[in-house]
């Protein structure tokens, strides 16, 4: 299989949040963790560790608070969010979006392999900036996965209660975990990321000033 091209992966890299049952190869499993580490890290510490999580039994575990923190938190806001909306082409588009979460949330235990991004952030508990030194290695892996024909996507809910679901995973003190990627072959295809206009969002030495 021939690698897409770096901007072509950039630029597809869609959250892929229906995934296939069908096993995923160890072959490519290993090249998504070495992009990972390949990414940088504060001080070049590499202070990261992954877990890859095959266990239906954990998956299903952790599964349990990943539903929890959707049914007091994200499905909650979501529901506001799609009752404040009229009926058009935008809440169509949310709605899109609020059927793939709900799908991923009942079966993120179902999706064939997990990657957990982990970080040592010591007894402290970490610093606001902690994340400057996991997410870069998570998105090397999500552009991995998708340059290898697989869908991922980057979630963090599960950290609603993180204590529970780092026991679950076995993380010793000073070890936490930041994302879990679930991995597999999309039911859907990659295709091009919807964004706004550029020079809506850049701004030339201050802001409000146009860059465009």
């Known amino acids: 299989m021939t690698d897409p091209g770096l901007f072509e992966i950039i630029h597809s890299t869609r959250a892929m949040r229906r995934l296939k049952p069908d096993p995923v190869p160890r072959e490519a499993i290993e090249r998504i963790l070495r992009a990972g580490q390949a990414a940088p890290s504060g001080g070049n510490a590499q202070n990261w560790g992954f877990i890859v999580v095959e266990s ?11 539903q929890r923190a959707y049914d007091e938190g994200v499905g909650r806001h979501y529901a506001e969010r799609l009752g404040a909306m009229p009926a058009g082409e935008a809440r169509d588009k949310l709605a899109r979006q609020v059927a793939a979460v709900s799908h991923l949330t009942e079966r993120f235990h179902e999706a064939p392999v997990w990657i957990v991004a982990c970080l040592d952030v010591g007894p402290k508990g970490g610093m606001p900036g902690s994340g400057a030194s996991i997410y870069p290695a998570v998105q090397n892996m999500l552009l991995a996965a998708r340059a290898l024909g697989l869908g991922a996507t980057l979630t963090m809910r599960h950290m609603m209660f993180g204590a529970e679901v780092d026991a679950i995973f076995g993380l010793p003190e000073g070890i936490r975990s930041f994302a879990i990627l679930p991995i597999g072959y ?27």
Do not use: A, C, M
């Open 56 to 66: 239906p039994d954990i998956k299903r575990q952790v599964q349990h608070y990943y």
């Open 186 to 212: 999309p039911e859907g295809r990659f295709g091009p990321v919807q964004r706004g206009p550029l020079s809506e969002v850049t701004h030339h030495d201050r802001w409000g000033n146009s860059y465009f």
